[in-house]
């Protein structure tokens, strides 16, 4: 039986502070609205009951911030895309930015077991002064228990439309991409941080997020495998490939805090699920 479900999720900045209102259809939730840093920046956890995607899923997510509102999103665990009996599981992603709002998309890793038939997508919408820090963490297969991606195929759509587009299909029996050297290398977690904004990107703080990305790299166990750019002038994405998503989610979290001090001031803040 496959689940059908939506979330609208609203932020406004009202009275000095950012408040969420949200609708839903079946089994996805936000959490109580959590202010650590004070009103102005509104913390969610997003969680979904049924704890996983089966062939036929398709809930839809979507999130709107208004101008001057700040919020940051996250999840209590994986989102897991299960074996599928020939329907694809489909999780889409809208999220649209007033001018002067600020997000951050900090959901935890996708699992992709095996023989999922799965599809991520994930769209941007940014008001001219709108800016935006995420993630995106995907696992192909569980290692660590012993279930390779031996089967399936899974599907991840990233864009802004008209300034940015990554779509990548990894399907499990080409070998080519999936242990080639100009593929995964047998690697089997690809993750990518990416700073957004809805207008072009003063060069001085383009730089700052280069050389503050570049340096979380340096020192680390992946930075063999990592690799920050601007493809455009709206558009700073760090991309990593490695064996396991721990280290993966260890250099994002390093260099979202040093993207979060330097373009905006902010000292990081990790949401407190993270910690429980």
């Avoid at 703080?205 to 790299?217: H, P, S």
Wanted: overall charge neutral; aromatic content about 6%.
């Amino acid at each position: 039986m496959s689940w059908k479900a939506a979330l609208d999720v609203g932020y406004r900045y009202e009275s000095q502070r950012t408040v969420a209102r949200h609708s839903h259809l079946g089994p996805l939730r936000i959490l109580q609205s959590l202010y650590p840093e004070g009103g102005a920046i509104c913390h969610n956890v997003l969680v979904h009951p049924p704890g996983g995607l089966v062939g036929g899923d398709t809930p839809g997510i979507g999130v709107d911030v208004g101008s001057g509102a700040h919020a940051l999103i996250t999840t209590p665990g994986a989102t897991r895309f299960y074996r599928s009996l020939g329907e694809p599981a489909v999780q889409d992603i809208r999220i649209r930015l007033e001018s002067g709002a600020r997000l951050e998309w900090l959901p935890l890793e996708a699992i992709c077991h095996p023989g999922c038939i799965a599809q991520n997508r994930l769209s941007l919408m940014l008001a001219p002064g709108a800016e935006m820090m995420g993630w995106d963490i995907t696992a192909l297969g569980l290692p660590a228990s012993g279930q390779a991606f031996d089967s399936g195929s899974f599907c991840q759509h990233i864009e802004i439309p008209g300034v940015w587009l990554e779509r990548g299909r990894m399907a499990a029996d080409d070998p080519a991409l999936m242990n080639g050297a100009l593929g995964l290398a047998s690697r089997r977690c690809i993750a990518s941080l990416f700073f957004c904004t809805g207008s072009a990107i003063e060069r001085g703080r383009q730089q700052q997020a280069l050389d503050g990305a570049r340096e979380a790299m340096q020192t680390h166990s992946l930075c063999d495998s990592a690799g920050v750019t601007s493809p455009n002038g709206q558009v700073v994405v760090l991309r990593v490939l490695s064996p396991m998503v721990e280290p993966a989610m260890d250099l994002l979290r390093r260099v979202w805090a040093q993207w979060r001090l330097t373009l905006w001031q902010l000292q990081p803040q990790l949401p407190r699920i993270w910690s429980t």
